[in-house]
């Protein structure tokens, strides 16, 4: 399976409150430091649980070529991403009116960078749908025998996403602070739809490819 497949779950990976704060950081007090701060904290925080469900993934792989070949561990891995996928759906359906956003945002009107990138670090790693997404990608990179510096590119469509907001500062200056508002709320009400559609997708690829398997001998 190509990674340019796995890269659209990137837009799963940030939505919510992850592009929120993200948005707030921006239209705040020291938005480039704090950004950046942020920024780097969702870089360590994305790619630890990539690598460790990469690893994860490799053994399963490993361990079920010595009972059903190479294909059929393929097909085996499959499976799970489409299982994962499923329960992927049904948490992204069931948070889609979760629109207030919580406590701790206020203090990303002026945090500091400590702050910042904890709250990144956060929001990356205990998100169970994150991890959802960063072991369907893992498992279809280590399943498709697919080198792990592919998760770094995965990585870094997802922080280029979240930095969106801050490169829009940094284009249209002033002019951006009345664009990010809008482009919060935009988020708000739009981004389950556009999750779900690119989880089916997604799904869609794995579909076809273990109908592929199937008729290859």
């Known amino acids: 399976m190509p990674l340019l497949t796995?890269?659209?779950?990137?837009?799963?990976?940030?939505?919510?409150?992850?592009?929120?704060?993200?948005?707030v950081l921006a239209?705040?007090?020291?938005?480039?430091?704090?950004?950046?701060?942020y920024l780097?904290?969702?870089?360590?925080g994305?790619?630890?649980?990539?690598?460790?469900?990469?690893?994860?993934f490799r053994v399963v792989r490993h361990t079920?070529?010595?009972g059903f070949g190479v294909g059929g561990s393929r097909r085996l891995i499959d499976w799970i991403v489409l299982a994962l996928l499923a329960v992927l759906m049904v948490v992204t359906f069931r948070r889609r009116r979760?629109?207030?956003?919580?406590?701790w945002l206020r203090r990303l009107q002026d945090p500091r960078p400590s702050y910042a990138f904890g709250v990144g670090l956060l929001l990356a790693v205990a998100v169970p749908s994150d991890q959802l997404v960063m072991a369907s990608v893992a498992g279809s990179m280590a399943g498709h025998g697919r080198p792990w510096w592919h998760l770094l590119l995965f990585t870094a469509l997802t922080v280029l996403l979240l930095a969106l907001p801050l490169l829009m500062l940094l284009v249209f200056g002033e002019r951006a602070e009345r664009l990010l508002p809008a482009f919060r709320s935009w988020t708000d009400s739009?981004?389950?739809l556009v999750s779900e559609t690119v989880i089916l997708v997604f799904a869609a690829?794995?579909?076809?490819?273990?109908?592929?398997s199937f008729s290859r001998p």
């Open 6 to 23: 796995a890269l659209p779950l990137a837009l799963e990976m940030v939505a919510g409150s992850k592009l929120v704060s993200a948005v």
């Open 64 to 66: 079920a070529v010595h």
């Open 205 to 212: 690829f794995v579909v076809a490819d273990l109908a592929g």
């Open 40 to 44: 780097a904290g969702v870089t360590v």
């Open 190 to 192: 739009h981004s389950w």
């Open 98 to 103: 979760r629109d207030r956003p919580p406590g």
């Open 46 to 56: 994305v790619l630890g649980p990539l690598t460790l469900w990469y690893a994860v």
């Open 27 to 37: 239209a705040g007090r020291h938005p480039r430091r704090s950004s950046v701060a």
